[in-house]
Nanobody, 115 residues
Framework: QVQLVESGGGLVQAGGSLRLSCAASINIFSLNAMGWYRQAPGKQRELVAA???????NYADSVKGRFTISRDNAKNTVSLRMNSLKPEDTAVYYCNGERGGLGYWGQGTQVTVSS
């Protein structure tokens, strides 16, 4: 069983920064990819950023140039650095890990950006 635990959410003013962290209960080398998704009220969950085991990254167009995803294989964590935050970034952010065609989710962490 894979457990993912997010931390680092909170309330920030527009233009500010936050860093989210996701700790995995297993060696993340066993996960093909890890990513961050978000879900705003009344909207579908969407991919924000992902990183493969090989280090290749992928970002939603709306966050390119502002967010950076990284993985620390020694600590079994994946982080999301969020800069220049906008009110439309407000959402619950979820960590995701994929292995063998199965997806695993954290419990989510709230990010609120005030205008």
């Amino acid at each position: 069983q894979v457990q993912l635990v997010e931390s680092g959410g909170g309330l920030v003013q527009a233009g500010g920064s936050l860093r989210l962290s996701c700790a995995a209960s297993i060696n993340i080398f066993s996960l093909n990819a890890m990513g961050w998704y978000r879900q705003a009220p009344g909207k579908q969950r969407e991919l924000v950023a992902a990183v493969t085991i090989g280090g290749r990254t992928n970002y939603a167009d709306s966050v390119k140039g502002r967010f950076t995803i990284s993985r620390d294989n020694a600590k079994n964590t994946v982080s999301l650095r969020m800069n220049s935050l906008k009110p439309e970034d407000t959402a619950v952010y979820y960590c995701n890990g994929e292995r063998g065609g199965l997806g695993y989710w954290g419990q989510g962490t709230q990010v609120t950006v005030s205008s």
